[in-house]
């Protein structure tokens, strides 16, 4: 239904996706076999079992706009339209469809526009099955239906029970205060059984209306707590004690202008219901006596339904399937391609089958989505990754709520298997991210079908810069080392580097080799977003030095001293100062040497020297 589904006994990354041939696939896109372009099909839905009606308020029949409803059955892996339903006295602006209901072997269309002896009141008929035909049975008026009521803007049917809401009805001094109807199956007559009034004017009580054979909800969704709470919004609870439908008055919580009540469903022993702001949906369970606060959801609320462990939220061209694991979780978000059709502004699910209206579809012909929660078929997500040059990227993990997590190889290719919708026009929402370590390249959800596909290019930037000695001489063939997996490269013969990294690195930078220390140890990044030049180093060599003295600490010329790893040797000079230049983290040793003396140490051992020293 629109915005008051009650239905009861139910209740850059190149991305491809192929699926199996829609003709295979099970569930798939309704919609009237006469349908044109005006009639609002999917304006309201809803769905019991094998069986799931369609209202088109706005639909001709014999060239009166008076409105129709359309009755699918489920055959094997598809739906087929089973009977097109119109009322038997239709007349032009009826609305016939504006809302509807099912259960079992009943069904209930609203019809607000209907006149009643001249006066346009509404009215809601109800259909019987047989077999596999659908016939008029009764049509229901209020039994004080007044101009303008829009008797039938909401309607619920279970068992020998319905119920209707009026939420334009009023008085001059309680203007759209709004009022409910329950009628009860007796002798095949369907029969008034008892009514209430919303409190002031402009509650529109009747708005959302929900009834099953233990108990029935109904929400007043501009009701007023105060005047510190406008349009906060309440729902009645009728309790079924010997048709008596006893009425408590609940709500959430005080906060203005929520709506609570706006919309509503209820299935065995819980009740969703909707906020008007479309921001909340909340579950309650009832223990026979009252509703218990189960869960508060925020989200796109336009319409609600609940079919025992399942419940569904629509609104925004997207709708959300919740399932109860103690908690209720969200377990599938669906959308549509084109965002102009109204999709999920009527949702409706019994058991694991749901049904989604987009009524502003194709110009307003409308459309309508049904498929089972269990049942979407296998497909495969595969794809390549690249930096801006198109140049693939190995290691890229890539990882999907939807198909799970998998790694890119060295050509940047990946596959996953997960499961497709059956329908071109939906997707399911997946949130996808890219990472390499602890870096995070992308991470987004996005909305896929089959055969959506999709370029992402993760971006990338480059850090540079000269590295030379301490007399500025550049030194070639050093190497840079970029911590986090973020590579490496070495100096060209003008000491220069160049490297690039992805979109968010986070790392540091230290340069190595040709047996230099390098100033600053390291160059530190933080999640890159632009081009680093300048990330310049000083290379500098170890010296090695000192003098040769004698006993009376006289310089001694002349003293070879000979360095190892390489072999290499050296001569004092006339005041005994020898100095050599050696490698950063050179281990070896120095030894003197002259015909004649002896020397004090015999020689010096050195392991990974890090600094200059002088002896």
Not at 167 to 176: S, V
Not at 506 to 519: H, P, V
Request: contains cysteine; proline residues 2%; glycine residues 10%.
């Amino acid at each position: 239904m629109r915005n008051i589904n009650i239905f009861f006994l139910w209740g850059a990354l190149l991305l491809i996706i192929f699926c199996f041939p829609l003709a295979e696939l099970f569930g798939m896109e309704i919609v009237a076999n006469d349908g044109a372009q005006g009639d609002k099909f999917g304006y309201a839905v809803a769905i019991s079992g094998d069986y799931a009606i369609v209202g088109a308020y706005n639909n001709s029949e014999n060239d009166i706009k008076s409105g129709a409803a359309y009755i699918f059955k489920r055959d094997g892996d598809s739906w087929v339209q089973m009977q097109k339903l119109v009322a038997d006295d239709a007349e032009n602006s009826d609305n016939f469809g504006y809302a509807v209901a099912i259960s079992g072997d009943y069904a209930i269309v609203g019809a607000i526009y209907k006149k009643i002896e001249s006066i346009q009141t509404g009215a809601a008929y109800i259909f019987k099955r047989k077999d596999d035909t659908w016939s008029q049975m009764q049509k229901i008026i209020a039994s004080d239906g007044q101009s303008g009521d829009q008797f039938g803007y909401a309607v619920s049917i279970s068992g020998d029970y319905a119920i209707v809401g009026a939420p334009f009805q009023g008085t001059a001094t309680n203007y759209r205060r709004g009022e409910i109807y329950i009628f009860k199956l007796v002798n095949e007559n369907w029969t008034q059984i008892k009514s209430y009034y919303g409190y002031a004017k402009y509650d529109y009580y009747g708005m959302a209306v929900a009834i099953n054979e233990k108990f029935a909800v109904a929400g007043m969704p501009n009701y007023d707590n105060g005047s510190n709470y406008p349009n906060c919004g309440r729902a009645s609870l009728f309790k079924n004690q010997e048709d008596n439908w006893g009425c408590t008055n609940f709500r959430y919580e005080d906060v203005a202008n929520i709506q609570f009540g706006y919309s509503l469903s209820i299935s065995d022993n819980y009740a969703i219901i909707g906020s008007g702001n479309h921001q909340y949906a909340y579950i309650f369970e009832y223990n026979g006596s009252s509703l218990r606060n189960k869960q508060k959801i925020n989200g796109n609320v336009y319409s609600v339904s609940i079919s025992y462990d399942y419940a569904m939220i629509g609104g925004n061209n997207i709708a959300y399937i919740y399932k109860n694991e103690n908690n209720w979780n969200e377990i599938k978000k669906i959308g549509i391609f084109d965002n102009n059709t109204d999709f999920g502004n009527s949702v409706s699910i019994s058991n694991d089958t749901y049904l989604i209206g987009a009524y502003n579809k194709n110009g307003q012909q409308g459309a309508a989505y049904i498929n089972s929660i269990n049942q979407f078929r296998d497909c495969q997500l595969t794809g390549y990754v690249f930096d801006i040059n198109k140049n693939p990227i190995e290691g890229i993990s890539i990882n999907s709520n939807l198909y799970g997590v998998t790694t890119t190889n060295n050509t940047g290719h990946y596959s996953l298997n997960g499961s497709c919708l059956p329908s071109e026009q939906l997707c399911r929402y997946d949130r996808i991210s890219l990472t390499k370590g602890n870096i995070s390249y992308y991470d987004s959800e996005s909305c896929y079908w089959g055969r959506k596909s999709q370029d992402f290019t993760i971006q990338s930037y480059t850090i540079s810069g000269y590295i030379k000695d301490s007399a500025n001489h550049p030194i070639h063939g050093a190497t840079i080392l970029f911590s986090n997996e973020g590579g490496e490269t070495s100096t060209d013969e003008n000491g220069y580097y160049r490297h690039t990294v992805y979109q968010g690195w986070t790392g540091k930078a230290s340069a190595i080799g040709q047996g230099y220390q390098f100033e600053p140890f390291n160059q530190s990044f933080s999640t890159i977003m632009k081009d680093h030049s300048d990330q310049n180093f000083i290379g500098k060599k170890m010296n090695i030095s000192g003098y040769v003295l004698n006993q009376n600490y006289q310089p001694i010329k002349d003293i070879q001293i000979t360095f190892t790893n390489p072999d290499r040797t050296i001569t004092t000079d006339s005041n005994g100062f020898y100095n050599l230049v050696l490698d950063y983290q050179w281990t070896g040793s120095a030894t003197p040497q002259k015909t004649g003396f002896s020397f004090q140490p015999e020689k010096y051992d050195f392991y990974k020297i890090f600094t200059s020293r002088a002896y």
